[in-house]
């Protein structure tokens, strides 16, 4: 079935550091792909995500990049801050033909981000 | 614009009692997802609702679960009899089809401790 992997499970940066957590997905019809950061005993919040038609996309220190040809994507944080300090889920779908679908989520990245 | 709800935000029960958790999506959003999150595991899909049609329910764990959706707003889960397994979040999410697919937005989860 559909499976997406997450990895680091962990990860511990300075301030103003780099983060990159990486994906990878099963279903090569998978063409959705959305990013969510979950603050503790908060709800989960998209912060970003990207089509299958791109190969990149950037919203101010947040970027998420797609290679359709190895199923794989990932999630760039730039100068990272401590209030980035959160669970962040990448996921997947495969619209069907309603166009809307089911997510299936990685096992979570726990960032830490150290002042 | 109001989010996603959830009610409880946490329910403690023993096992073989009965619980009902309450999901009201974003008003208008035809589309209601479940999910539940395990202890340290992944967010898992649990069912679909299109209005009040289920649209994929392969997710649901076993006939213990049943969901439902009347008159296509608000959604209830009830687990009956709950087992300690059954312990977890459970999330709910909304979204609309746009034309650009659709976005989820999720709820702050309820937080189920089985006994």
């Known amino acids: 079935g559909e499976n997406v992997e997450q990895h680091p499970s962990t990860l511990s940066v300075q301030e103003g550091d780099s983060a990159v957590i990486k994906c990878t997905y099963s279903?090569?019809?998978?063409?959705?792909f959305p990013w969510y950061k979950q603050e503790l005993g908060k709800r989960p919040q998209l912060i970003i995500d990207?089509?299958?038609?791109?190969g990149e996309k950037k919203d101010q220190r947040i970027a998420v990049t797609l290679n359709k040809t190895a199923k794989h994507f990932s999630l760039h944080i730039t100068e990272t801050q401590p209030e980035d300090s959160a669970v962040y889920f990448c996921?997947?779908?495969?619209?069907?033909?309603?166009?809307?679908?089911?997510?299936?989520f990685g096992q979570g990245t726990t960032l830490q981000v150290k002042p | 614009e109001a989010g996603v709800t959830q009610f409880p935000s946490h329910s403690v029960i023993e096992k073989g009692q009965t619980v009902t958790l309450r999901c009201d999506p974003i008003?208008?959003?035809?589309?209601l997802y479940w999910y539940r999150r395990v202890m340290g595991k992944e967010i898992k899909f649990l069912l679909h609702?299109?209005?009040?049609?289920?649209?994929?329910e392969s997710g649901m764990p076993n006939n213990r679960f049943l969901a439902e959706r009347t008159g296509g707003t608000y959604s209830t889960l009830k687990v009956q009899p709950a087992e300690l397994e059954d312990s977890g979040v459970y999330f709910c999410?909304?979204?609309?089809?746009?034309?650009?697919?659709?976005?989820?937005?999720f709820g702050p989860g309820t937080r189920l401790l089985v006994l």
């Open positions: 996921a997947a779908t495969t619209p069907r033909s309603s166009n809307t679908g089911k997510l299936i």
């Open positions: 279903d090569s019809a998978s063409n959705y």
């Open positions: 990207i089509r299958s038609n791109v």
């Open positions: 008003s208008g959003h035809d589309n």
């Open positions: 609702f299109v209005k009040e049609s289920k649209q994929d």
């Open positions: 999410a909304s979204a609309q089809q746009g034309l650009r697919g659709e976005t989820q937005y």
